[in-house]
């Protein structure tokens, strides 16, 4: 049987967003008090697993959460921009429920296709940086383990492509909670099972 490599791929944790915007790319969203409790969880959890490299999106959130995990294996965190959040066309605008982004008609083409979607980075596209990243990380690994710090979208859209599954969905429905793992076990270049655990679940 072919070598086990293990690649973690951690969603960050809480970020400190009083205002409520999609922060998206925007520099200077960190962690909230919360969330640094979480990165704190997720680092308990990977604690004594044969990890050689951490790995986080550029993105202060990240970083962040990424920085306890590197602590408990004495490695120092590095960056790799295919790990980066989404692009999204509603950044710096708050976009809940009720909020104008979504109402006002100036922006209503931005939404016309949600298969792609016309609102932000193309799905194929961040399964593909995505998949780039894991190749390189799990290469690092090559029989041990690695861990890979990123968003909620990107880990998402990664988790689909990987198993097979269409791209498109419902948000609603993502299986990705804040400083959760998913893990992709490999056995040389197969992917042979994926892992879920929310180790900072409430």
């Given at each position: ?10 969603r960050h944790g809480e970020v400190y967003n009083p205002s409520g915007v ?19 969880a997720v680092a308990d959890a990977l604690a004594g697993r044969d990890i ?103 880990v998402w859209t990664l988790r689909l492509h990987l198993t097979g599954k ?37």
């Amino acid at each position: 049987m072919a070598e086990q490599t293990r690649v973690h791929v951690v969603r960050h944790g809480e970020v400190y967003n009083p205002s409520g915007v999609l922060y998206g790319r925007l520099p200077g969203f960190h962690l909230s008090d919360r969330g640094r409790d979480q990165a704190a969880a997720v680092a308990d959890a990977l604690a004594g697993r044969d990890i050689v490299a951490v790995v986080a999106s550029p993105l202060q959130r990240a970083q962040e959460t990424a920085a306890p995990i590197a602590a408990k294996h004495d490695v120092a965190v590095d960056t790799d921009h295919d790990l980066i959040e989404s692009a999204n066309f509603f950044e710096g605008r708050r976009v809940g429920p009720g909020d104008g982004a979504w109402r006002d008609p100036r922006f209503w083409w931005q939404l016309r296709n949600p298969f792609t979607p016309s609102w932000g980075e193309p799905y194929a596209e961040i399964a593909a940086r995505m998949t780039t990243a894991v190749d390189k990380a799990r290469a690092r690994a090559a029989g041990g383990e690695v861990v890979c710090v990123s968003h909620q979208l990107p880990v998402w859209t990664l988790r689909l492509h990987l198993t097979g599954k269409r791209l498109w969905h419902d948000p609603r429905r993502r299986e990705c909670g804040l400083c959760s793992i998913t893990t992709l076990v490999y056995e040389g270049d197969r992917l042979v099972t994926v892992e879920y655990a929310e180790p900072a679940a409430p």
